[in-house]
């Protein structure tokens, strides 16, 4: 079993829908979580971390945690062009960053 | 303010060569972080530094090595390397346990042929 796991889509959305993106995770102990952003031929970056059960908002986007089903997701609303790239979603455990291997969003115009 | 910094930005070499990649930090972080991206994979964890030690170290062979200076920049080496090291290596910094996230820079594209 791989320590995060992701679909790896492609996940095709119209513009202006909600995109959804899901992850799980194998270590229980694992207390911060992350989303990454990176875009064809760039590097991670960092759009959301959760550290405890429930939503979390940051603009169009929201991250939902569940301890208990070692579940990960991220909400976009208003889903945009711009948004198409892939999602990695991250778990940190002891002092190492796990990543999935990643969900590719694909927004139409 | 910069942000993290990475050299070089290509790089192109021989099996069996050697190969040093350098990184410097984020201001205020201390903490530097190694990974390997395969193309359609998630980065793979290979080490982590803090002050100036190997903290922490994923599942690649002691052809890996690193080594942090005391002003928190890194460098990674790869020795001896293999077809299958050919792989975009990023390095990320952040202030001391990765709580927060990590800032990455643009990355190393390594090719061996």
């Known amino acids: 079993q791989k320590e995060v796991e992701q679909n790896s889509g492609p996940l095709s959305v119209p513009e202006g829908a909600i995109a959804s993106l899901n992850c799980t995770y194998s270590?229980?102990?694992?207390?911060?979580f992350f989303w990454y952003r990176q875009y064809s031929g760039k590097s991670p970056e960092l759009i959301m971390s959760i550290y405890s059960n429930g939503d979390k908002e940051d603009g169009r986007f929201t991250a939902q945690l569940n301890k208990a089903s070692q579940y990960v997701s991220l909400l976009i609303r208003d889903s945009q062009p711009s948004d198409s790239a892939t999602y990695l979603c991250a778990v940190l455990g002891g002092f190492k960053t796990i990543f999935g291997a990643g969900t590719r969003l694909f927004v139409k115009a | 303010d910069a942000g993290v910094t990475q050299s070089p930005t290509h790089l192109i070499k021989t099996r069996g060569q050697q190969v040093t990649l350098r990184c410097s930090p984020k201001s205020g972080h201390d903490t530097v972080s190694w990974y390997q991206q395969a193309l359609g994979q998630g980065p793979q964890f290979i080490f982590q530094?803090?002050?100036?030690?190997?903290?922490q170290r994923g599942n690649f062979p002691d052809r890996f090595s690193g080594h942090q200076f005391p002003n928190y920049s890194s460098e990674l080496n790869v020795n001896a390397l293999l077809l299958g090291d050919s792989a975009l290596y990023l390095c990320?910094?952040?202030?001391?346990?990765?709580?927060?996230?990590?800032?990455f820079g643009s990355g190393t594209r390594l090719t061996v042929v």
């Open positions: 530094y803090y002050e100036e030690e190997e903290r």
């Open positions: 990320a910094s952040s202030p001391r346990t990765g709580d927060y996230g990590y800032t």
């Open positions: 270590d229980r102990v694992s207390q911060s």
